[in-house]
């Protein structure tokens, strides 16, 4: 099977614009979850959905928002950029998301610069 | 706030010697696992122990669990160049719904 992926790889947007990032889960799994991770903050859990359901959110200003389709792809979009969101975003992807044997499959990321 | 707290922050040694890596936390879990992260990247599950498990091995990977001291360990054995990466704990904490990182550890294997 094909692992997770994610557009684009790199982004280079300034303060003020926004921007939206794409994830394709594993097929068959329909639990996608994003993260930000920062050298300060380290992994932030962001949100997960499940079946095109927000299903659970991190401490994270509405800013940040996502959604899932029917495919079970995902996006996640942030207005009003701000320097501080400048980020290495994770997606991963589960195929039930709440089983205490559920591994979740990590994509590359995307590396965000918000200049 | 993090969940795990990994100890040490960053970890050098030489090729072929044991690495050992822990990993606290706070709150009962249905599950603990680790992951690696090379430079950048993303994450690659290594393994997955869950509460009721004490021990799991897979490969060179030896994962400690002891609920009682909500703690866990990672030990690679016989370390390669190839083991240079960042080792992160994450917990599946009850009731969450999400998994929690530590900040990680920052592996290096001296050839």
């Known amino acids: 099977k094909a692992g997770v992926t994610q557009t684009p790889r790199y982004l280079i947007k300034t303060r003020g614009q926004q921007v939206t990032l794409s994830c394709s889960p594993i097929?068959?799994?329909?639990?996608v979850s994003w993260y930000q991770q920062t050298p300060g903050q380290g992994l932030q859990f962001l949100f997960e959905?499940?079946?095109?359901?927000?299903?659970n959110k991190g401490n994270f200003p509405g800013r940040f928002s996502g959604r899932q389709f029917s495919n079970s792809r995902s996006e996640m979009n942030v207005s009003t950029l701000e320097l501080g969101d400048s980020a290495l975003y994770l997606c991963?992807?589960?195929?039930?998301?709440?089983?205490?044997?559920?591994?979740?499959?990590f994509g590359p990321g995307t590396r965000l610069t918000v200049l | 706030s993090q969940q795990g707290e990994e100890d040490p922050q960053a970890l050098s040694i030489q090729e072929g010697e044991n690495a050992t890596m822990n990993c606290s936390y706070k709150?009962?879990?249905?599950?603990l696992q680790w992951y690696r992260q090379n430079s950048g990247r993303g994450l690659v599950h290594l393994i997955l122990i869950r509460s009721n498990e004490r021990e799991k091995h897979s490969g060179r990977l030896r994962v400690t669990l002891d609920t009682s001291k909500k703690s866990s360990s990672l030990l690679i054995t016989a370390s390669r160049a190839a083991d240079t990466a960042s080792y992160f704990c994450a917990t599946d904490a009850k009731g969450a719904q999400k998994l929690v990182f530590g900040q990680g550890t920052r592996l290096t294997i001296n050839p």
């Open positions: 991963a992807s589960s195929f039930l998301g709440r089983d205490d044997t559920d591994t979740q499959y």
């Open positions: 097929s068959g799994h329909r639990s």
């Open positions: 709150t009962s879990i249905n599950n």
């Open positions: 959905y499940f079946s095109e359901t927000q299903r």
